[in-house]
């Protein structure tokens, strides 16, 4: 899978192996399955970005945005067990 953020029309939008995807984001690091799961009864598919390395604001910026662990190591390099 390849997967970048474009500019198309002047908007950035998510390319998934040269698919465009419109936008349609919510700010949650920590997602709720229930949500996930409504949002795509609804239609949309969502597609989460894991940060890697890079902690929130809160408590001091001790805690990852990811509650999963960091899943992209590196170019072609993705840690897909973090997610089990």
């Known amino acids: 899978m390849q997967a ?4 198309q029309n002047g908007f950035s939008c998510l390319s998934i192996n040269g698919v465009h995807l419109a936008p349609v984001a919510f700010r949650s690091f920590r997602p709720d399955p229930d ?3 409504d949002f ?3 239609g949309f598919s969502l ?3 894991f940060p ?3 902690n929130c604001a809160l408590a001091n910026r ?7 662990g960091e ?3 590196g170019e072609g390099i ?3 067990d973090r997610l089990k």
């Open 35 to 37: 949500v996930i799961s």
């Open 47 to 49: 597609h989460n970005v």
């Open 4 to 7: 970048k953020v474009t500019v």
């Open 62 to 68: 001790t805690i990852p945005y990811s509650q999963f």
């Open 40 to 42: 795509y009864s609804h």
């Open 52 to 54: 890697s390395g890079i």
């Open 78 to 80: 993705y840690r897909w």
């Open 71 to 73: 899943v992209w190591a």
